[in-house]
């Protein structure tokens, strides 16, 4: 096996983490994200949306092509799709973590609004790698993914989202805060998220919302989170939109 620091590149058939560069999270645990999913749910998979997505999707706030990154087992996407809102485009969850995927892919099959299989996908993708997936989108929802990453991964992560995002769509941001008791693991400050999505890189943030995160373990009350609403903006220099 070849390896480059923070890799493991050529050794596919064994490599858990399909030959793509680890991200901090995985070089911190010594795991492939998947392994958060094969013994039992994952410490944030609640199954069911969270309540700040329900809150927002009942907005009609998801419009056009709609992307899920970080998608884990898909509630979010799933609610986001069985809603049928006018105006909704093709639903997509991208993830890296297999076994999550295949999760997300059965609870597709069962659910079914008026008799009829809704219309999502899920797909195996680095979030640090978007423009391979060739497509563009309306909206995009990052519901725990942000926050997982370190500070050398957030621009990098920043850059593929403006890859696939059109001019002028929304990026929503559901992250563990810095704010208040009982905060979650990588609590990002809001200077942090305006750092990372900035006017000079193409983004204007309309909105940080204190919110809440619910996990497995934080009560019923969840943790203190920051609700972003980030739009995709042309700034000079960028050329006009794709
Ligand atoms: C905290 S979990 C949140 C999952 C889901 N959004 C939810 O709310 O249940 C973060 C998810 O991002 C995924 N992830 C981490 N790094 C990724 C990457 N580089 N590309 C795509 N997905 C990634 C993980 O596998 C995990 O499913």
Redesign the pocket.
């Known amino acids: 096996m070849s390896e480059r620091p923070g890799t493991l590149a050529d050794d596919s058939e064994n490599d858990p983490f399909g030959g793509r560069r680890l991200?901090s999270?995985e070089r911190m645990s010594g795991k492939p994200?998947d392994a958060?999913y094969s013994d039992g749910p994952a410490p944030?998979?609640i199954g069911r949306p969270?309540p700040a997505i329900v809150r927002l999707a009942s907005t009609g706030a998801f419009a056009g092509a709609v992307l899920?990154?970080?998608?884990?087992?898909g509630?979010?996407a799933l609610l986001v799709a069985s809603l049928g809102l006018p105006g909704l485009g093709p639903v997509l969850g991208?993830?890296?973590?297999e076994t999550?995927l295949e999760i997300a892919r059965e609870k597709a099959t069962r659910k079914k609004v008026n008799n009829r299989e809704i219309k999502v996908e899920f797909a195996a993708?680095?979030?640090?790698q978007l423009e391979r997936l060739g497509r563009r989108f309306q909206t995009v929802l990052d519901?725990?993914?942000f926050h997982?990453f370190d500070s050398e991964e957030q621009p990098r992560y920043v850059a593929s989202l403006a890859s696939v995002t059109e001019h002028d769509g929304t990026v929503y941001v559901l992250c563990f805060s810095d704010q208040g008791p009982n905060t979650g693991p990588h609590p990002v400050s809001q200077e942090t998220l305006r750092a990372a999505f900035n006017p000079g890189n193409g983004w204007n943030v309309v909105a940080i919302e204190p919110d809440r995160v619910h996990t497995r373990f934080h009560g019923d009350n969840g943790a203190p989170a920051w609700f972003a609403t980030i739009k995709r903006i042309q700034t000079a220099g960028m050329g006009g939109p794709k």
């Open positions: 991200t999270h994200w958060s944030w998979d969270q899920d990154a970080g998608c884990g087992t509630e979010n991208v993830d890296v973590a999550a993708a680095d979030a640090f519901c725990g993914l997982s």
